[in-house]
């Protein structure tokens, strides 16, 4: 294994596949984006950001209308019109649709257009595609696979789907090959009510046609035959994905927030990141809380604010700042929010140390006062990326 | 207003991060020291829901962790043993491993399976009357339609069996207002708000529970009050900020600063806010809690979230 990148910038000029995971809530999309926007403005080459986060929002702001399965250009004069120079390479977007890839998968690993058929006109299918949860991790790497495979990009950046467990993505390859290679499916496929379904699935059967009713049983043993003829393609095709993801040019970028949880999972992801062999490549740690917030000369200005605000406030009062017991208010005031925000800084300090990985992986995110709607804010998020651990600034301007 | 805890089922969820566990555990906290018998389950077992109440794991077997407040983890494969030893009266439990390792297999593939196991268990749970209220800490914004529309789904595909003759009531449950309710919890920024309002439409069109109520968590207070901020905007400008540094020491830039940043916060979340209540039915309640400024979150941050729900319910 490579040891760990002294910065994303020189991390995302050596790989070609780059996945954001961590915890809901704490801005992989926009990590995910960020990152893409300044490999394609920085280095240059073709680079895909691929998100299977339907939010408009990133459509929005990559001034693509609405992102689908299709990878659509980011126009070029974007850079120009948000006050930057044009990107060196081109900038690509996608939206994972999760329907349409199942489709895909489906027409290229049934042994025959009539399976093919049969399989997409079952009443289970539909189901599974558009409901069921778990198919959504597989479908995103069968997907970066596929793009990969296409050759058409030099970096892929892809952020993960929102799941119980990060890792979920990780290992939805092995999970979906365990699947066809599992004694139940093989049980379960056997004609039910015939005597080859051996002793192993009597009782279930039994049981499941009382609790399913012969007809969803029926339904559902069906779907799984037609299924399983794609067992061969599938499988192979999983493996192959599997290793796409543990090899080296393949980099994972850990993103949290200092809330407790957030933080707790991302931990739980960089050990198993590191156990399983996959490349960590960079921890971003988002929405950090200004430096200045824990400066001990600031504290105690703070607290001689509140304490001595009536004396203060007569001075400032009679230099014509305003009314004295209104500024003596303000003074106690600002004090006060300073010494709550630090208690809150001092917080996520602590948690930050608890992370225990070297600051040598770590990027650090000021929290931005407004959100990032437009490429402008991209740029901004990824030049704090770029920089990898500096002290935040104040606070983030324009 | 309707009274929110006098529902007998509460869904809560939210978007990842925005404090869903412990919104659903300061309701269970509430209503239970307002004397009602309450589970609190958690759907998505991660232990969050033991971090912020301050007691061990939870189990799928309830356990009283606070006075009158039983805590469940959700279990799937509890959930299908506890389903078939109840309604196909198998004499030996000891058939049920084998079985229950098959369903689980169907139920990773299957549709609705897995989510008709959860919805199922908490359904159940109302209909036994054990409980005055249970409160589920349930699945993100993302996941959470897909749940509450496993039991619909069920009853369109599965025409007979027992399943089909369970889905009836549990869709009855589901469907009554007087009983059931989601509550979606957000936090006062941009996606979280715009999550709301999608989950808020999409609730009504495809699913058949009522949005009882939106809770906005970690709402920032309002540093200055009426003519106030004129009088911060004059004292951050020369010769005042002079004055002030000489008097405090070299640390005032940063106070000042750290106050900039508070008044932005507060005036970028606020609009944010705005969206929201734009976005949803306006007859939907929506209650705030404040910002915490706390070392550590646990028991004690949970309860002054319920105590500021309490006052926002009129308690």
């Excluded at chain 1, 049983?217 to 192959?240: C, K, N, W, Y």
């Excluded at chain 1, 707790?264 to 960079?282: D, I, N, P, Q, T």
């Excluded at chain 2, 007998?8 to 009602?36: H, P």
Aim: hydrophobic fraction near 45%; charged fraction near 25%.
């Amino acid at each position: 294994m490579a040891g760990l990148s002294p910065s994303l910038e020189q991390l995302l000029a050596a790989k070609e596949i780059v996945v954001t995971c961590g915890a809901g809530g704490v801005g992989k999309t926009t990590t995910a984006a960020a990152l893409a926007v300044m490999a394609a403005t920085r280095h240059g080459g073709k680079v895909l950001v691929l998100t299977v986060d339907p939010a408009r929002r990133l459509a929005d702001a990559l001034g693509v209308g609405a992102l689908g399965n299709q990878a659509v250009r980011v126009p070029a004069r974007l850079f120009p019109a948000a006050g930057r120079r044009p990107p060196r390479g081109e900038l690509w977007a996608a939206m994972l649709d999760t329907k349409a890839s199942w489709d895909d998968l489906v027409a290229r690993h049934a042994p025959d257009r009539r399976t093919a058929r049969r399989i997409l006109d079952n009443a289970l299918y539909e189901n599974i595609t558009g409901r069921f949860v778990q198919s959504h991790e597989y479908i995103a790497v069968e997907r970066l696979y596929d793009l990969h495979c296409d050759g058409r990009f030099d970096l892929i950046v892809v952020d993960t789907p929102p799941s119980r467990d990060a890792l979920d993505f990780l290992e939805a390859p092995e999970r979906m090959a365990d699947f066809f290679a599992s004694r139940f499916l093989r049980v379960l496929t056997a004609p039910y009510r015939s005597s080859v379904a051996g002793f192993a699935s009597k009782p279930f059967f039994t049981v499941a046609d009382r609790v399913l009713g012969s007809q969803f049983l029926h339904d559902i043993t069906e779907f799984f035959s037609l299924f399983q003829t794609m067992a061969p393609g599938f499988v192979e095709r999983a493996t192959a994905v599997s290793r796409l993801l543990r090899e080296n040019r393949t980099t994972y970028v850990v993103v949290s927030t200092l809330e407790a949880s957030p933080l707790h999972e991302a931990g739980f992801l960089v050990g198993s990141l590191r156990g399983k062999g996959f490349h960590l490549g960079a921890v971003v740690l988002n929405k950090v809380l200004p430096a200045y917030l824990l400066d001990g000369e600031a504290a105690g200005a703070a607290a001689n604010m509140v304490r001595d605000a009536d004396v203060l406030a007569a001075r400032l009062a009679e230099a014509g700042a305003g009314e004295a017991a209104q500024v003596a208010r303000v003074l106690t005031e600002v004090g006060e929010n300073f010494l709550r925000f630090q208690v809150v800084a001092q917080r996520e300090a602590e948690h930050r140390a608890e992370l225990g990985v070297s600051s040598d992986v770590v990027a650090t995110v000021p929290y931005f006062e407004t959100d990032i709607h437009d490429l402008d804010g991209l740029l901004r998020l990824g030049e704090r990326l770029w920089a990898g651990d500096a002290d935040p600034p104040p606070a983030a301007r324009h | 207003m309707e009274d929110l805890l006098d529902r007998k089922l509460l869904f809560v969820t939210g978007k990842g991060g925005v404090g869903k566990t412990t919104v659903a555990a300061s309701l269970a906290l509430l209503a239970a020291e307002r004397g009602q018998r309450t589970l609190l389950c958690e759907v998505d077992a991660k232990g969050d829901l033991s971090a912020v109440l301050e007691t061990g794991p939870t189990s799928f077997k309830e356990r009283e962790v606070q006075p009158g407040l039983f805590a469940m983890a959700m279990d799937t494969e509890a959930s299908l043993k506890e389903y078939l030893a109840l309604n196909l009266k198998l004499p030996v439990a000891a058939r049920l491993g084998p079985l229950a390792k098959m369903f689980e297999f169907v139920a990773t593939a299957a549709p609705g399976v897995r989510e008709i196991l959860t919805v199922g268990k908490l359904a159940y749970e109302v209909r036994r009357g054990r409980w005055d209220l249970v409160v589920a800490d349930a699945p993100a914004t993302g996941h959470v339609v897909g749940q509450l529309a496993a039991p619909q789904a069920i009853n369109d595909l599965v025409r007979v069996g027992l399943i089909r003759q369970q889905t009836g009531w549990m869709l009855d449950i589901l469907r009554d207002p007087a009983r059931t309710g989601m509550v979606i919890v957000a936090t006062p920024e941009e996606m979280p708000v715009r999550e709301t309002v999608d989950l808020a439409a999409r609730l009504r069109g495809e699913t058949i529970v009522d949005l009882a109520a939106i809770v906005v968590n970690r709402v920032l207070p309002e540093l200055f009050g009426r003519g106030e901020e004129a009088v911060f905007e004059a004292l951050d400008r020369s010769p005042h900020v002079a004055t002030l540094a000489d008097a405090t020491g070299p640390g005032a830039g940063p106070v000042l600063e750290a106050a900039r940043l508070a008044v932005t916060l507060r005036r970028t979340r606020a609009a944010h806010v705005e969206t929201l209540r734009q976005g949803v039915d306006p007859t939907v309640p929506v209650l705030y809690a404040p910002y915490l400024f706390a070392r550590a979150h646990g028991l004690r941050s949970t309860r002054q979230v319920a105590e500021a729900l309490a006052a926002e319910l009129g308690y």
